[in-house]
């Protein structure tokens, strides 16, 4: 279904990068007061929010949102593994649309520092156990592994899209990873192996930090905001897996590539909006790998085609179609609940035209994807009027 | 204690069969859709693509077909320990239809994607009362047929 009547009010997020020293609620606090400073309100304008972390602490967040007040709001928790910011931005601008809601607030935060702490260890987390829940790396590694069986795409290629990223994120201040020299696709491949054939350059940091998207009736940003550029949210899709033989019941991290597909055609109709459209994309790129194989799911260049976009270099800033021109998940890093909310921050300052050394020219049309354990799909359509 | 009294017993039940014949591969303990002909692993009540609700419990396996696999490091995440091994994981098709994800048992150099994998069973350490706790993996065909 197309969104009608949500617009992106404000955004605020931490840098993302190991915080030893500070609490999730002082990263919370952090990124929502930016938001709301940025949105020109505080939370008495407020009527709704969820409130999106992966950490296993039932209640953390409604006494996250008491740091901006108590004002009797409802609040509500969204946990989807990796794409948990984008299931709760979902649910705020639906509120907004619906007409439930005049504004709406989506937050997220995690310290992923603590919750890979929490890993055995020893041979390796989950090898032995029934559901060999493997690394993530692992899993996706074996997409890679059956890509370059299958189409013959070589390791350099993962390594050519997680330099491109190192070098956005590089021009990004609230991205983890700040490269002090270009870096090279040798470079990347040259980094300890994590799981065949990803290193450790092509893999996304252990991150902490929040992020947060108020949204609200375009006329309500209009008034807020006069003369600046209006982000509206078109389509905003979510998707569990559909079966299909091949699927696997255990062990696996995320499902399907397909999956990807299928969500990004629901939120392309729904909005009206093609690949044609879209003037940059972020993606779940995890894994350097993951990437190249959403050059084709989103429907950006035909099956099988996707190696020649890296090596044409058109998914790098000033290409045909910039991927995750923030760094993305490699190198702005991935703390998990607030990564969907760094993505809606990321294409707002885009859409804009606030982007900086980093703005893509006359951006109009920005897509946000995530996919999540367990596992879930979402795929977003911002666009500026 | 002789070998013949040593029992051995499953990581978690109601996953994979343990033959008395040390010699005998294991099967995996799935469940085939009688409405549609659909088969998986694990057991489950509802048929994932009919929603049928006949399902019938079947044995899997030993035999399949390597789709994809990677070697892991592990040392890199988590807490670091010395002993911590690369280690592969693959994705096995069965002839009956469901693809399984498992550890693989061997070493790089003996996997490719598309070859012959078979279920064989690995003790992971003794109870106090000297079980054996035992795990399924793929290791390659052609050597399962060489142990056995």
């Known amino acids: ?385 | 204690m002789t070998e013949a009294e040593i029992r051995r017993i499953p990581i978690q039940p109601g996953f994979f069969t343990i033959p008395d014949d040390p010699d005998e591969s294991p099967r995996l303990l799935g469940s085939q859709c009688s409405a549609c002909g659909e088969s998986f692993f694990p057991r489950r009540e509802i048929c994932a693509a009919c929603l049928a609700d006949s399902l019938e419990p079947v044995e899997l396996g030993p035999r399949g077909t390597l789709y994809t696999f990677t070697w892991v490091h592990p040392p890199l995440f988590g807490p670091l320990r010395a002993d911590a091994g690369a280690y592969g994981v693959g994705q096995v098709d069965l002839a009956e239809g469901p693809r399984v994800q498992a550890v693989l048992s061997g070493e790089r150099d003996e996997f490719s994607i598309g070859m012959e994998v078979a279920l064989e069973l690995e003790t992971l350490r003794k109870t106090d009362e000297g079980d054996e706790v035992v795990i399924f993996r793929f290791a390659p065909a052609a050597l399962e047929e060489r142990r056995a």
């Open chain 1, 1 to 385: 279904m197309k969104i009608e009547n949500a617009a992106v009010l404000g955004v605020g997020m931490t840098r993302f990068r190991f915080e030893r020293q500070r609490s999730t609620l002082e990263l919370a606090r952090e990124a929502g007061r930016a938001a709301l400073r940025a949105a020109g309100i505080d939370l008495s304008e407020v009527d709704e929010a969820w409130v999106g972390y992966m950490a296993p602490e039932p209640m953390l967040g409604v006494r996250v949102m008491k740091e901006f007040g108590l004002t009797g709001l409802p609040v509500t928790h969204v946990e989807n593994a990796s794409a948990t910011g984008l299931a709760a931005f979902r649910e705020a601008a639906w509120a907004v649309a619906s007409g439930r809601c005049r504004v709406a607030m989506a937050i997220g935060f995690d310290k992923m520092s603590e919750m890979a702490a929490g890993g055995r260890g020893g041979r390796g987390i989950g090898r032995d156990s029934i559901d060999s829940v493997i690394l993530p790396a692992a899993y996706f590694a074996l997409w890679a592994m059956r890509r370059m069986h299958e189409r013959g795409t070589k390791p350099e290629h993962f390594a050519r899209i997680a330099a491109k990223n190192w070098n956005h994120g590089a021009l990004n201040p609230l991205a983890d990873r700040q490269a002090d020299h270009e870096i090279t696709p040798e470079e990347v491949l040259a980094s300890p192996m994590v799981a065949e054939p990803l290193t450790a350059m092509m893999v996304c940091p252990i991150d902490d930090g929040a992020a947060c998207a108020i949204v609200a009736h375009p006329n309500v940003v209009r008034a807020k905001q006069p003369g600046r550029p209006v982000v509206n949210v078109r389509s905003s899709v979510f998707r569990s897996e559909t079966y299909a033989p091949g699927h696997t019941f255990l062990g696996a991290v995320v499902g399907p590539a397909t999956m990807t597909a299928d969500t990004a055609k629901l939120a392309y109709e729904a909005a009206g909006i093609g690949p044609g459209d879209v003037d940059l994309a972020l993606c779940h790129d995890a894994f350097a790998n993951e990437e190249l194989e959403y050059y084709e799911l989103l429907g950006f260049c035909a099956e099988g085609e996707a190696e020649k976009l890296v090596e044409a270099g058109d998914t790098a800033l000033g290409g045909r179609i910039p991927f995750n021109t923030d760094g993305g998940l490699v190198a702005r890093g991935h703390p998990g609940g607030p990564t969907g909310l760094a993505m809606i921050h990321e294409i707002t300052q885009q859409l804009r035209g606030e982007a900086g050394p980093r703005q893509v020219e006359n951006a109009r049309t920005g897509l946000a994807h995530l996919v999540g354990g367990g596992s879930v799909c979402t795929v977003n359509l911002l666009q500026r009027d």
